[in-house]
């Protein structure tokens, strides 16, 4: 028997902050979350030194950091992007593809297989995350145009019978043949969400009907209010606030979501509909500068400044190098949302959207031991993942 206490903290739970009390940990698995600072004998203590102790932060949209991207088509791209959030407090992902050839994409699926079984000093995989290619051309971004079509019954059920690892899939509701999409999807136990898309409010209603239940980085590669021959539609950023049960996810980066729209995205969404999501590209934990969207021998040359990835004409951004530490602490300085809610929308909030709420996304008894101790300023020191510590701040610098 492994048992491990960590004390002295402020524990976070969804609700509220407990003082004084403590976290036992047992084999990988939460045994207690106690009000009291109890004895435990032949425990490896580890001290939390006043700070915070919160549930491991879950990143639902992230495609790389470290320098690597998921497209790399290596497996060292996968572990390394892995290890790389893992400092910032991200101990699980759902790592995420660009629209591509089906060869890449076929490729990057049994990578995922070979990297999950080695994956053991990052944050763990969540499945994969299929972003495209069934895309508004108008509403692409900067997914490559040559890939996106309509969605092709064919193709999405080979690749789907190809991996068993796939646990979302994003794409336009409003294209033809979206609809049934959707529902062969959901038939095999794949979210779907809603992204690049032009659709308006009913074809966003008839595809959350359908399947579609959560909108893809709200507010990027996405409608608004249109005209239509005079006529004004609610697009699908409003079609997201009008449906209750939408979820949506954000970039909380500060810059793809400047102050005014997280507030006013919390302000009607809320913690329970709301998952913080890095969306993070290769440069992200990266020094700026010159950098890569997508795969690094045939992706998009980019320059990262201003905490954000641009073109080199500097005429548009180019992808997040958000971390989850900051998405946080965006929330709570920018968008003045209480420490709480904000860790919710990173922790139990992702994990019940992702369907792994009864193993993760709280500290509570039976859950997975994947925890993150950070200070007042979710500077993260300690990142664990089924009960061991993956990174330590202080041993980093002293091996730096």
Same mark, same amino acid.
């Given at each position: 028997?492994?048992?491990?206490?960590?004390?002295?903290?402020?524990?976070?739970?969804?609700?509220?902050?407990? /003082?004084?009390?403590?976290?036992?940990?047992?084999?990988?698995?939460?045994?207690?979350?106690?009000?009291?600072?109890?004895?435990?004998?032949?425990?490896? *203590?580890?001290?939390?030194?006043?700070?915070?102790?919160?549930?491991?932060?879950?990143?639902? %949209?992230?495609?790389?950091?470290?320098?690597?991207?998921?497209?790399?088509?290596?497996?060292?791209?996968?572990?390394?992007?892995?290890?790389?959030?893992?400092?910032?407090?991200?101990?699980?992902?759902?790592?995420?593809?660009?629209?591509? *050839?089906?060869?890449?994409? &076929?490729?990057?699926?049994?990578?995922?297989?070979?990297?999950?079984?080695?994956?053991?000093?990052?944050?763990?995989?969540?499945?994969?995350?299929?972003?495209?290619?069934?895309?508004?051309?108008?509403?692409?971004?900067?997914?490559?145009?040559?890939?996106?079509?309509?969605?092709?019954?064919?193709?999405?059920?080979?690749?789907?019978?190809?991996?068993?690892?796939?646990?979302?899939?994003?794409?336009?509701?409003?294209?033809?043949?979206?609809?049934?999409?959707?529902?062969?999807?959901?038939?095999?136990?794949?979210?779907?969400?809603?992204? %690049?898309? #032009?659709?308006?409010?009913?074809?966003?209603?008839?595809?959350?009907? /359908?399947?579609?239940?959560?909108?893809?980085?709200? =507010?990027?590669?996405?409608?608004?209010?249109?005209?239509?021959?005079?006529?004004? =539609?609610?697009?699908?950023?409003?079609?997201?606030?009008?449906? #209750?049960?939408?979820?949506?996810?954000?970039?909380?980066?500060?810059?793809?979501?400047?102050?005014?729209?997280?507030?006013?995205?919390?302000?009607?969404?809320?913690?329970?509909?709301?998952?913080?999501?890095?969306?993070?590209?290769?440069?992200?934990?990266?020094?700026?500068?010159?950098?890569?969207?997508?795969?690094?021998?045939?992706? &998009?040359?980019?320059?990262?400044?201003?905490?954000?990835?641009?073109?080199?004409?500097?005429?548009?951004?180019?992808?997040?190098?958000?971390?989850?530490?900051?998405?946080?602490?965006?929330?709570?300085?920018?968008?003045?949302?209480?420490?709480?809610?904000?860790?919710?929308?990173?922790?139990?909030?992702?994990?019940?959207?992702?369907?792994?709420?009864?193993?993760?996304?709280?500290?509570?008894?039976?859950? #997975?031991?994947?925890?993150?101790?950070?200070?007042?300023?979710? /500077?993260?020191?300690?990142?664990?993942?089924?009960?061991?510590?993956?990174?330590?701040?202080?041993?980093?610098?002293?091996?730096?």
């Amino acid at each position: 028997m492994t048992l491990t206490k960590i004390f002295n903290g402020k524990i976070l739970t969804p609700h509220r902050e407990i /003082n004084g009390g403590c976290v036992i940990i047992e084999n990988g698995k939460i045994l207690e979350v106690s009000e009291k600072n109890i004895e435990v004998s032949d425990a490896f *203590e580890i001290d939390a030194d006043g700070k915070y102790i919160a549930p491991g932060f879950i990143d639902l %949209h992230i495609h790389g950091g470290g320098g690597a991207d998921f497209m790399d088509g290596t497996e060292e791209a996968f572990l390394t992007i892995a290890a790389t959030h893992a400092r910032y407090g991200t101990t699980s992902m759902v790592p995420t593809t660009l629209t591509s *050839e089906k060869k890449d994409l &076929l490729k990057t699926l049994d990578l995922y297989e070979v990297a999950n079984k080695n994956n053991n000093k990052g944050a763990q995989f969540l499945g994969m995350h299929l972003e495209g290619p069934y895309f508004a051309m108008n509403q692409r971004g900067a997914q490559d145009p040559r890939y996106i079509r309509d969605p092709d019954p064919a193709e999405y059920k080979e690749v789907i019978a190809h991996s068993s690892s796939i646990t979302r899939w994003s794409a336009a509701p409003e294209l033809k043949g979206a609809i049934d999409f959707a529902k062969y999807l959901k038939s095999k136990g794949i979210l779907a969400a809603l992204a %690049h898309t #032009d659709a308006i409010y009913e074809e966003v209603l008839e595809g959350f009907e /359908n399947g579609y239940t959560l909108a893809t980085h709200l =507010y990027s590669g996405m409608s608004g209010v249109t005209r239509r021959n005079a006529f004004r =539609y609610a697009g699908v950023i409003e079609s997201a606030f009008i449906i #209750d049960a939408m979820d949506v996810e954000i970039i909380a980066d500060g810059i793809h979501l400047p102050a005014p729209l997280l507030k006013l995205i919390m302000k009607i969404k809320g913690p329970d509909r709301i998952a913080l999501i890095t969306d993070a590209m290769r440069a992200a934990g990266m020094p700026e500068g010159d950098s890569v969207l997508g795969p690094l021998k045939t992706g &998009l040359k980019v320059i990262v400044e201003d905490g954000v990835a641009k073109l080199p004409d500097r005429s548009s951004f180019a992808g997040s190098v958000a971390t989850a530490d900051r998405l946080v602490r965006n929330m709570v300085q920018l968008a003045d949302v209480s420490l709480i809610d904000a860790v919710k929308m990173i922790t139990l909030t992702p994990a019940r959207i992702m369907n792994v709420h009864r193993q993760k996304g709280s500290l509570a008894a039976g859950k #997975d031991a994947d925890l993150v101790i950070f200070d007042q300023n979710i /500077n993260v020191e300690k990142t664990i993942i089924g009960g061991q510590i993956i990174y330590d701040a202080v041993h980093a610098k002293k091996v730096s």
